[in-house]
């Protein structure tokens, strides 16, 4: 299975709520690695010999970017295995923060005793 393929079959099983995903892309030659790598220097990757380590956020067209990359890296004939390390979820909006919160009349009376 191609890179972009994998990257988009580990994509459609993130949680909705996700904002960060970490992914491993594992490449056999640390030279092929070193050129991925260097494909996805906006996602700042961090690569150990094969390992090429980069993050993909939700926000700012970024996954669409990374999507374009993914297929890029398969242009290059570059072939590896990629794995999902983990996500992150998306922070409250701040509406959802207030709709906790009681209104100040209630959270004073219920400070002072009244």
Request: no cysteine; hydrophobic share 40%; charged share 30%.
């Given at each position: 299975?191609?890179?972009?393929?994998?990257?988009?079959?580990?994509?459609?099983?993130?949680?909705?709520?996700?904002?960060?995903?970490?992914?491993?892309?594992?490449?056999?030659?640390?030279?092929?690695?070193?050129?991925?790598?260097?494909?996805?220097?906006?996602?700042?990757?961090?690569?150990?010999?094969?390992?090429?380590?980069?993050?993909?956020?939700?926000?700012?067209?970024?996954?669409?970017?990374?999507?374009?990359m993914m297929?890029?890296?398969?242009?290059?004939?570059?072939?590896?295995?990629?794995?999902?390390?983990?996500?992150?979820?998306?922070?409250?909006?701040?509406?959802?923060?207030?709709?906790?919160?009681?209104?100040?009349?209630?959270?004073?009376?219920?400070a002072v005793g009244a």
């Amino acid at each position: 299975m191609s890179v972009a393929e994998q990257y988009r079959e580990l994509e459609s099983r993130l949680p909705a709520d996700w904002a960060d995903a970490r992914f491993v892309l594992s490449v056999d030659d640390a030279t092929r690695a070193e050129r991925a790598a260097s494909m996805l220097t906006a996602f700042q990757p961090g690569r150990v010999g094969g390992q090429v380590r980069f993050s993909v956020s939700r926000r700012g067209g970024r996954l669409e970017q990374a999507r374009r990359m993914m297929d890029r890296i398969d242009r290059e004939g570059i072939k590896g295995d990629l794995e999902l390390v983990t996500t992150s979820e998306a922070p409250l909006e701040p509406a959802e923060f207030r709709a906790e919160w009681a209104p100040a009349a209630e959270q004073w009376d219920g400070a002072v005793g009244a």
